[in-house]
């Protein structure tokens, strides 16, 4: 049997306009991922909603059958529809590359074909017309030279971020085709923190252990809402990165409530509703320097949401090739989320830095327990990135780090 290999590599470091129903499709999408991802993962999390649903998008636009209404309903996507949900995809990234001053945004996908192997003209017009995918033809028969080739382009796709990603053992002598897509996003903050105000502070870990880390702290007008509900109360609170278009939103359970709790009622609706509802505010904001890094297989969690078709051998992916048996080993994604008090090494922000005086301001948004975090397009409210931070990674932070402070 043939086999395809889906790998969505992205990366954010810290930290136009597309249709109302995609962005609330979308938003679905990544609840119903996050939920299923939740099941296996209890710690941090880190994942796109919107890489995963290009490498779907790029099987389905090939699958047939039943393989390609799983994916549809999955992905919320319309039954009449042959793509024009990807082309307003490409509309968003045209609009967004327009605005590259202000930060850095990057999306590449790239086709690695077996040499000898067949694939459908038509499957390459419409992933070159969708996704802009590059055709690259590698013989994985040579699984080290081929990774080697395959790492080096997602290297230089993730400014260097992401090296030596594939070993070769990824690859057998049935792999045929791998899909990969890459994005890369740095952004400043709109207002940035102080390095000097950032001091060390308790974080209490889900399991009640405290650890220290560095807490950035700021006093800041910037959206902000408390939200009450069945006794359950939390904060959510917005900080926009330099340019408007991208922004940071964190959920942060109140100190009684678990970040389980807070997981179970986490829906479209209810994000949209915070998107809505946030007023400006003065906030006295801590929130920890922290590094998140995942690399997940999607396998189980599709599984979860009925993608099943297209991991057994009879599935119907005649649309890419004629070849008979071919079918998806593996639904891969790597993920580098960091935040930091600059959002980025971009260069210097606009933003106004304001002096921290604290306990003048009448709300205080202290993340120092588990919360919940998104990366939101701003003008079309479409989530980017999403995940949850239980421990802040300081094991990977450098001595020097600490040592500053």
């Known amino acids: 049997m043939d086999k395809i290999l889906l790998w969505s590599l992205l990366l954010i470091c810290s930290g136009s306009q597309a249709s109302r129903p995609l962005a609330q499709r979308n938003i679905e999408f990544a609840v119903d991922l996050y939920q ?190 408390y939200f009450s509900e069945s006794s359950v109360n939390y904060q959510v609170l917005e900080l926009p990165y330099k340019g408007d278009e991208f922004s940071l939103i964190i959920i942060l359970p109140a100190e009684d409530v678990n970040i389980e709790e807070m997981e179970k009622r986490i829906t479209a609706h209810r994000i949209l509703k915070w998107f809505s509802e946030m007023q400006e505010e003065e906030v006295e904001i801590s929130l920890p320097r922290f590094k998140v890094e995942l690399k997940l297989d999607f396998k189980e969690a599709l599984y979860s949401l009925n993608i099943t078709e297209i991991f057994s051998g009879g599935c119907d992916l005649s649309g890419i090739t004629d070849s008979a048996e071919v079918f998806v080993s593996q639904v891969m994604q790597h993920v580098f989320f960091e935040i930091n008090e600059d959002g980025s090494e971009a260069a210097a922000s606009t933003g106004m830095n304001i002096p921290v005086i604290m306990s003048l301001a009448q709300n205080q948004f202290t993340a120092n327990r588990p919360f919940l975090f998104i990366v939101k397009n701003s003008p079309t ?25």
């Not at 209404?69 to 968003?92: A, C, W």
């Open 381 to 405: 409210d479409s989530i980017l990135f999403m995940g949850k931070v239980t421990n802040p990674d300081t094991q990977k932070m450098k001595a020097r780090d600490l040592d500053s402070l």
């Open 36 to 225: 299923a991802i939740c099941l296996s993962h209890k710690d941090n999390i880190i994942f796109s909603p919107l890489g995963t649903t290009l490498v779907l998008g790029m099987v389905q636009l090939g699958a047939k059958g039943n393989a390609q209404e799983q994916i549809r309903q999955t992905l919320k996507l319309q039954e009449n529809s042959t793509g024009e949900e990807f082309s307003v995809l490409e509309s968003f990234f045209s609009a967004i590359s327009e605005k590259r001053q202000e930060f850095t945004f990057n999306l590449a996908n790239a086709l690695y074909l077996q040499e000898g192997f067949t694939v459908k003209e038509q499957y390459l017009h419409s992933n070159k017309e969708f996704f802009q995918s590059a055709i690259k033809l590698v013989d994985f028969q040579d699984a080290k030279a081929s990774a080697e080739t395959i790492s080096t382009w997602v290297e230089s796709k993730t400014d260097g971020k992401i090296k030596n990603m594939f070993s070769g053992e990824e690859f057998g002598p049935l792999t045929r085709l791998i899909l990969v897509n890459a994005v890369y996003f740095k952004g400043d903050w709109k207002q940035k923190f102080t390095k000097e105000n950032t001091q060390l502070m308790n974080f209490t870990k889900k399991d009640g252990a405290a650890v220290k880390v560095p807490m950035m702290k700021a006093l800041l007008r910037t959206k902000y809402g």
